[in-house]
Each structure stands twice: as structure tokens, then as C-alpha cells.
């Protein structure tokens, strides 16, 4: 096969690619977050058959655990939470009536419309319901999927290829797992902190923020928007507990900028963090909340891709005017820092 038709058949599959993300952004959301369960849980099931159980037994054990910490979590936390819901939800039209009027009154004629209420709800219930089952399915046949496609790689390019799928996944999977227990730490910090300075909801505004910060930016803002407009209603026309409640969200992005970050994730996924951001809105803008989802996964990929693409170029003729010794010499450091 030519080069030519090399990157036309790669480019036509990111085509059809993006086209199936496009048309079926509205029914993926539960398979991609089954996709990340599996894709996490499976070293913890290689393991268990290491040790002797065979991959239907330790998929059976690992899920029940996850699904019996999940339920105890939901025990403790539902009364708590389910309450401050219910209150929220209740009192959401008085309170975004009167943070309109007031925002009126001071000049700023601002006020975001959010839709799609129902939508949002059944969004959940398949989340809940059909990602620990189609989890299930994948983590049992995980090992068998990966020899497969394994399988598919072009002879002549699989260890290159092997190669940069094994850089792929150090970052992917440094990433969603220190990104994990970010998102925890986060989701304490700001419901512990909230409470204390008596914001109503405080402990949902923080649960939603940390849950939400697995998306770059878009937990502590949306955090941010929650508690401050809340504090604004319940303390006007005094000042002090908004900007108390603004100064935990502060401290809560110091915190992960410059203590959780750097320990937990640190540079898993070398990535600029502009780049980021363009990815975000990219994905975002392009496959709606299951864009923001694979925003930081993708970017990671094409970050491997990009890197392989400029390693290629600086060793090849192209950069070197067609010194072959300087190519050959530029292509073994390159190798050999990889």
C-alpha cells in the first residue's frame, strides 16, 4: 500500500469516526463511562487470575465489591444529599427569580436558562443502570478484545504501533486514575468547606463540583457559579459569606493546582494545558457533555501522535536536507529518550 492511500484510508476511519460520535452523542454516555470502569478494573482482574480465579469469577467479585462500596456510599451519603436535593430543587425558581432581580438591579442584565431537565434525568438512570452491566460484559471479554485488535495491527508497523499504544495508555491511565482521586479529595474539600460557612446545599454544591472536576475547569466552575449564586441569595446585601464562599473555591483550586495535581496526576498526560483548554472546547462543542468526557483521553492520543509525527520529521530527509548519517543519528536519540 502507497503512502498516499496509507493516509487515506487512516484519514476516512477518523472520518467515520467522528461521524459515529456525532450521530450517537446522545446514547453513549453510559458505555463510555463502562468503557473507563472496564478499562481501570482490568489490572485489578488480571491479578485475581493470576492468583487462580478464572476472568468470570474475579469480574463477578470485582464488580460486586464496586457495586457494594457504591450502595454503602449511596446509604450514607442519600440522607444527607437526597435532602439538601429535595430543598434545592424545591427552592431553585424563588431563589433564580430573586439572583435575576438582583442581578438586575445592579446593571447586569445576565442569567443563564438551563433545559433539558428530563433529558438530564434519564441521562442518569441509564448511567446508573446500564454502565455496571455493559461494564460487566466488557471486563469479562477485555483480554480477548485487546488480543483481537492486537491481531488487526499491519505487520510491518505492529511494534511501532504496539509502541505507541503502550505511550497511550501510561497517560490515559495515569491520568484517570490520579484524576479519581483528585476528584474525591476535591469533593470533600468543598463539602466540608461550604457546610462550615452554612451555604445552603453546601455539601451537594461540593459533591457536584468534585464529581464534575473529572472534566478539567468544569467542576470548580460550575462549583463556583452554584455556591456563590446561592450565598448571594441567602446573605444579600452582605458581602462577606460570598466572598467567604468564593475564597474555599480559591483554596480548593490551590490545592489541586499545586498539591493534588502534581502528586496524583503530575505529567501523565503531556499535554499544554492551552491545548487542553482548545480541546475542551472542541469536544465539548462538537459532541456536547460526552465531548467534555473524552476531551482529556483524546488529547492525550493525539499528543502521542503528534510527538511520533515530529520525532519522524526530525528524522527524516525532510528536516536534514537528505543527510542520511545526521537522519540516522537524530532517529537513535529519539528511540533511545522515548
Avoid at 258 to 272: A, E, L, M, T, Y
Wanted: hydrophobic fraction near 60%; aromatic fraction near 12%; include cysteine.
Amino acid at each position: 500500500m502507497t503512502l498516499q492511500r496509507q493516509i487515506g484510508f487512516w484519514l476516512l476511519s477518523l472520518a467515520v469516526l467522528v461521524l459515529f460520535l456525532v450521530v450517537f452523542r446522545d446514547v453513549l454516555l453510559p458505555f463510555i463511562a463502562a468503557l473507563a470502569l472496564a478499562y481501570l478494573l482490568d489490572p485489578l482482574a488480571d491479578r485475581l487470575e493470576r492468583i487462580g480465579m478464572s476472568r468470570l469469577a474475579a469480574t463477578i467479585v470485582i464488580l460486586v465489591v464496586f457495586l457494594i462500596i457504591f450502595v454503602l456510599a449511596l446509604v450514607l451519603l442519600v440522607p444527607l444529599l437526597g435532602q439538601q436535593l429535595a430543598g434545592l430543587v424545591a427552592r431553585l425558581p424563588a431563589d433564580a427569580q430573586r439572583l435575576q432581580t438582583l442581578v438586575l438591579e445592579q446593571g447586569g442584565p445576565w442569567l443563564e436558562r438551563f433545559g433539558g431537565g428530563g433529558t438530564a434525568i434519564a441521562g442518569v438512570f441509564s448511567l446508573l443502570v446500564l454502565t455496571p452491566v455493559i461494564a460487566f460484559y466488557l471486563l469479562v471479554d477485555w483480554d480477548r478484545m485487546m488480543a483481537t485488535v492486537d491481531g488487526w495491527l499491519p505487520l510491518d508497523h505492529r511494534e511501532t504501533i504496539r509502541g505507541l499504544l503502550h505511550e497511550m495508555d501510561v497517560a490515559i491511565a495515569g491520568f484517570l486514575r490520579g484524576q479519581a482521586l483528585v476528584c474525591l479529595l476535591l469533593g470533600i474539600f468543598y463539602a466540608v468547606g461550604l457546610s462550615l460557612l452554612g451555604v445552603n446545599f453546601g455539601a451537594l454544591i461540593g459533591i457536584i463540583s468534585g464529581f464534575l472536576s473529572f472534566i478539567p475547569y468544569v467542576g470548580s466552575l460550575t462549583g463556583l457559579v452554584l455556591s456563590v449564586g446561592v450565598a448571594i441569595v441567602q446573605f444579600w446585601p452582605d458581602w462577606t459569606w460570598p466572598l467567604a464562599t468564593l475564597a474555599v473555591f480559591a483554596a480548593g483550586q490551590f490545592l489541586e493546582g499545586n498539591i493534588f495535581q502534581p502528586k496524583f496526576v503530575g505529567d501523565s498526560i503531556g499535554v499544554h494545558p492551552v491545548w487542553l483548554m482548545f480541546a475542551l472546547l472542541a469536544f465539548g462543542s462538537l459532541f456536547g457533555f460526552v465531548g467534555l468526557l473524552l476531551a482529556v483521553p483524546l488529547a492525550a492520543v493525539i499528543g502521542v501522535l503528534c510527538r511520533f509525527a515530529l520525532r519522524q520529521y526530525l528524522a527524516s530527509n525532510i528536516y536534514h536536507g537528505g543527510d542520511a548519517t545526521k537522519a540516522a543519528a537524530v532517529q537513535a536519540r529519539l528511540e533511545t529518550d522515548a
